[in-house]
Nanobody
Framework: QVQLVESGGGSVQPGGSLRLTCTASGRVRSVDKMGWYRQAPGKERELVATIDSGGITTYADSAKGRFTVSRDSAKNTMDLYMNSLKVEDTAIYYC??????????????WGKGTLVTVSP
């Protein structure tokens, strides 16, 4: 069992910055990848950024150059640094983790989300 809790959401003006943090607890072992996803009102959940076990990161085109994802294995946390925020970034942001404890096993967990609102 793994629990994920997001924090750092809030309201910010366009051009502002925000830092989100995901804290994992429970049996956090054999982590393959962690990532951030978001869901805006009336839209499907979409990828924002990921970071794998080797530290390799990926970003959505909309996030590239503005967002940075990092990981602290010792603290079991993952951060998302968001800069130059736009109104279009308004969404609920979710933390995701993929665990591979065995060759044929793949487990996925999600947090409950944290709301980010960008408005003038």
């Amino acid at each position: 069992q793994v629990q994920l809790v997001e924090s750092g959401g809030g309201s910010v003006q366009p051009g502002g910055s925000l830092r989100l943090t995901c804290t994992a607890s429970g049996r956090v072992r054999s982590v393959d990848k962690m990532g951030w996803y978001r869901q805006a009102p009336g839209k499907e959940r979409e990828l924002v950024a990921t970071i794998d076990s080797g530290g390799i990161t990926t970003y959505a085109d909309s996030a590239k150059g503005r967002f940075t994802v990092s990981r602290d294995s010792a603290k079991n946390t993952m951060d998302l640094y968001m800069n130059s925020l736009k109104v279009e970034d308004t969404a609920i942001y979710y933390c995701n983790i993929i665990i591979v404890p065995a060759i044929e096993a793949r487990l996925e967990f999600w947090g409950k989300g944290t709301l980010v609102t960008v408005s003038p």
